[in-house]
T-cell receptor, first 111, second 114 residues
Framework: GENVEQHPSTLSVQEGDSAVIKCTYSDSASNYFPWYKQELGKRPQLIIDIRSNVGEKKDQRIAVTLNKTAKHFSLHITETQPEDSAVYFC??????????FGKGTSLLVTP | EPEVTQTPSHQVTQMGQEVILRCVPISNHLYFYWYRQILGQKVEFLVSFYNNEISEKSEIFDDQFSVERPDGSNFTLKIRSTKLEDSAMYFCASNGVPGANVLTFGAGSRLTVL
């Protein structure tokens, strides 16, 4: 089945700096790659997603890039703010149903 | 904004007891899912459900687990004989368009097995 690896497991940045989180996946059939933000004790919430026919997608301070050949995709957050502090999960879906999640990156943005 | 609602928010049970977790997906959604998250770990897929049958399930979803849509609104996860390692947050999710993949998660049901 699909295996999603996510790095780093923790990331600490200064407010205003950029943060980059990287994921790799194993199943070349995967065609949907969402990123979820989970605050402590809360549900995962979709922040951005990308499909396999697109190489990059931006939404204000957040961007995702996808390299299908290398089977990796990345989340970029620019001008980070303390409220960006959370656990971020990448995921990949080969089946159109199930999402296979990475282990998460705990992002801390310090003022 | 439409929400996926889950009950109970927290349940404590003794090992070996049966537990039923309930979910009300968004009303016009067609696909329903259960995921679980053991404390401090990643979110893990359990099962997907479409057209009144399981469409996909993971290795975690063994014979101890079952899902049901008993009426037009509820979607339930039953654990027949709970084990200590079943302690986790269980998230229900739904999406509307086949293959659209954009999941909306519920707030979760925290299960503690003693």
């Amino acid at each position: 089945g699909e295996n999603v690896e996510q790095h780093p497991s923790t990331l600490s940045v200064q407010e205003g700096d950029s943060a980059v989180i990287k994921c790799t996946y194993s199943d070349s059939a995967s065609n949907y790659f969402p990123w979820y933000k989970q605050e402590l004790g809360k549900r995962p919430q979709l922040i951005i997603d990308i499909r396999s026919n697109v190489g990059e997608k931006k939404d204000q301070r957040i961007a995702v890039t996808l390299n299908k050949t290398a089977k990796h995709f990345s989340l970029h957050i620019t001008e980070t703010q303390p409220e960006d502090s959370a656990v971020y999960f990448c995921a990949a879906s080969p089946s159109g149903y199930a999402l296979n999640f990475g282990k998460g990156t705990s992002l801390l943005v310090t003022p | 904004e439409p929400e996926v609602t889950q009950t109970p928010s927290h349940q404590v049970t003794q090992m070996g007891q049966e537990v039923i977790l309930r979910c009300v997906p968004i009303s016009n959604h067609l696909y329903f899912y259960w995921y679980r998250q053991i404390l401090g770990q990643k979110v893990e897929f359990l099962v997907s459900f479409y057209n009144n049958e399981i469409s996909e399930k993971s290795e975690i979803f063994d014979d101890q687990f079952s899902v049901e849509r008993p009426d037009g609104s509820n979607f339930t996860l039953k654990i027949r004989s709970t084990k200590l390692e079943d302690s986790a947050m269980y998230f229900c999710a739904s999406n509307g368009v086949p293959g659209a993949n954009v999941l909306t998660f519920g707030a979760g049901s925290r299960l503690t097995v003693l």
